[in-house]
């Protein structure tokens, strides 16, 4: 069953503007995931934050976690062409067995 | 390259057919994961594998059977297969499948169902 819920479905923007996307999740977790997707290939891992963590940056992203309201943001900076891609959140399913990802958030960004 | 690789890319086949999709991951890692992403529908986790032993099956049709031989290399056997089983095929692998853990993907197989 789906965990995650990322949010807007589509995004476009120039190049040089910062691309927020959200993700609404329903049960308590350990840490959140974010993941990006190139069309027809695997996803490749960005940046995990756990559960006590408020913030966290890597280069050009910025991941907020707010647990109260079941809530995570992938902020991307300075965006670039080859940023265009899916992006999608991830959280563990209730067993702990395995990773569950929401529908995405599909970025293009226009040179 | 992630250290997981898919093989064939791409695959056609009649639904009578059986064909076998096939992942191996170089990366000394324990667990491995069968996922199908269809055009509009988030990832669905299909099976789940821990040191060659299965601990999650999300209630996937009997036409899609997993192996996995040792912890390197997991397959995905398949038979009569219906349009509707067109989709992407990703496999993945993650050092444990519990905890905070981080999964790397392979490119997946593209497979399409006449």
């Known amino acids: 069953s789906q965990q995650g819920e990322e949010d807007p479905q589509a995004l476009s923007i120039q190049e040089g503007e910062n691309a927020t996307m959200n993700c609404s999740y329903k049960?308590?977790?350990?840490?959140l995931q974010w993941y990006r997707q190139n069309s027809g290939r695997g996803l490749v891992h960005l940046i995990l934050?756990?559960?006590?963590?408020r913030e966290k940056h890597s280069g050009r992203l910025r991941v907020t976690l707010d647990t109260s309201k079941k809530s995570s943001s992938l902020l991307i900076t300075a965006s670039r062409a080859a940023d265009t891609a899916s992006y999608f959140c991830a959280t563990f399913n209730q067993a702990g067995t395995a990773l569950i990802f929401g529908k995405g958030t599909t970025l293009s960004v226009s040179s | 390259e992630t250290g997981v690789t898919q093989t064939p890319r791409h695959l056609v086949m009649g639904m009578t057919n059986k064909k076998s999709l096939k992942c191996e991951q170089h990366?000394?890692?324990?667990?491995m994961y069968w996922y199908k992403q269809s055009a509009k529908k988030p990832l669905e986790l299909m099976f789940v594998y821990s040191l060659e032993e299965r601990v999650e099956n999300n209630s996937v049709p009997s036409r899609f059977s997993p192996e996995c031989p040792n912890s390197s290399h997991l397959f995905l056997h398949l038979h009569t297969l219906q349009p509707e089983d067109s989709a992407l095929y990703l496999c993945?692998?993650?050092?444990?499948?519990?905890?905070?853990?981080?999964?790397?993907f392979g490119s997946g197989t593209q497979l399409s169902v006449l």
């Open positions: 990366l000394g890692h324990n667990a």
């Open positions: 049960t308590s977790i350990n840490n």
């Open positions: 934050i756990r559960s006590n963590e």
């Open positions: 993945a692998s993650s050092q444990d499948p519990e905890g905070d853990e981080k999964l790397f």
